[in-house]
Each structure stands twice: as structure tokens, then as C-alpha cells.
T-cell receptor, first 114, second 112 residues
């Protein structure tokens, strides 16, 4: 069964350092999402891609976060510099198309900033 | 801004019980709705998706319904099992947006 892949699964970094997460969506899925989930809360959307284009990044803290999906397949989310408040689970999801198609999630990357 | 609440926040039941989890949206204009389960420290697993033209979906012991007039959804779990223990999250897509807004989840414990 096709799955969304993410790496690394866990990342510990010191504040002010740079960190990057990688996501490979299910093959053929045009839409890719990055979410941040703080413990005890639901995921919050950071950025949404349709193929290689950004559809929504209104909740992405652009002073320190960046995301790209250069060839419309896999994607990288970067934080520079990391802050203590960035400690969270970062989840990637994909769906066949936009507007309400079923979303499939990867296992997530647990980030701890010390 | 769309906000989602889930009641109860936590639930503990003995094995075999039928149970209902609730999800409600401040804006009832929900295009479609998806229920997920999340095991501790893991990603989300899709359970059911209710499309815009539907009112409910069923998969095995799970049944989800959506009342668009009130913006409320329920997830019914029949004959609960210890393996059902997880956090259950609902997410709704409004008619104006292109992304899901998640509830905080209901943490379910099914005791053997």
C-alpha cells in the first residue's frame, strides 16, 4: 500500500540552528500539505502545494520557515533559525487533488529544540 | 475563522461498549469532513471521509455522520476493542477554503 514518507522521524537541534524536513507524497498525488502539531492539539496547516506551486502559505512564519516542492513531487520544509517554540510534530500529507479529496498522512517528524 | 471543538476531550470505556464521539464547527458551511485516528507519537490514519454530497459513511464498526445544517458530526464506534485506543480527530473543509481545519481530538481508552 502506498504511503507518505517523511524523514527524519526525530530531530533534536539547538536554538538558532537550521533544520530541514523531507516528505515524499504518494505517487500521483498532486497536492501536498505541511502541518505542525503541538502536543494535545490538532494539526495546523503551514503550507499547501498544488504540484510545484504554493496554494496557501498564509500560516507559514516566513521570517524563519521556508518550503519548496521544486519538481512537484517531494518537498522540503526548512526552519532557520530554530526557536524553542518550534518544538512540535511536523506532519506531511498528500491528496490526489485539491478541495476535499481524502488526505493521507506520513508518520511525522518530532522536532525538539533545546 | 473556522473553529472546531470535540467532545468529550477524553473518554475511558470498558471493552465491548458502543460509543459516540462528537465534533462541531463554528461555521456550519462544511463542504466535507474527514475523521482520523492518531496513535501516540505517530501520524494520522484516515478513517472516513464524508464528501459534499453525502451525509454519512460506514467502514466496519465505524459510522460517521454529518449534519450540515448544524455543522456537527458524530463518529460512532460499535463494540469497542482495546485496539481502538487512540486519539480521534475530525477535520472539516469549509465551502470557501481549500484546506482542512482540525479539532483538538478526543483521547479514547478502551479497557480490557
Amino acid at each position: 500500500e502506498a504511503e507518505v514518507a517523511q524523514s527524519p522521524r526525530y530531530k533534536i537541534t539547538e536554538k538558532s540552528q537550521a533544520v530541514a524536513f523531507w516528505c515524499d507524497p504518494i505517487s500521483g498525488h498532486a497536492t501536498l500539505y505541511w502541518y505542525r502539531q503541538i502536543l494535545g492539539q490538532g494539526p495546523e496547516l503551514l503550507v499547501q502545494f498544488q504540484d510545484e506551486s504554493v496554494v496557501d502559505d498564509s500560516q507559514l512564519p516566513k521570517d524563519r520557515f521556508s518550503a519548496e516542492r521544486l519538481k512537484g513531487v517531494d518537498s522540503t520544509l526548512k526552519i532557520q533559525p530554530a526557536e524553542l517554540g518550534d518544538s512540535a510534530m511536523y506532519l506531511c500529507a498528500s491528496s490526489l487533488l485539491l478541495a476535499g479529496y481524502e488526505q493521507y498522512f506520513g508518520p511525522g517528524t518530532r522536532l525538539t529544540v533545546t | 475563522k473556522q473553529e472546531v471543538t470535540q467532545i468529550p476531550a477524553a473518554l475511558s470505556v470498558p471493552e465491548g461498549e458502543n460509543l459516540v464521539l462528537n465534533c462541531s464547527f463554528t461555521d456550519s458551511a462544511i463542504y466535507n469532513l474527514q475523521w482520523f485516528r492518531q496513535d501516540p507519537g505517530k501520524g494520522l490514519t484516515s478513517l472516513l471521509l464524508i464528501q459534499s454530497s453525502q451525509r454519512e459513511q460506514t467502514s466496519g464498526r465505524l459510522n460517521a455522520s454529518l449534519d450540515k445544517s448544524s455543522g456537527r458530526s458524530t463518529l460512532y464506534i460499535a463494540a469497542s476493542q482495546p485496539g481502538d485506543s487512540a486519539t480521534y480527530l475530525c477535520a472539516g473543509l469549509d465551502n470557501y477554503g481549500q484546506n482542512f481545519v482540525f479539532g483538538p481530538g478526543t483521547r479514547l481508552s478502551v479497557l480490557p
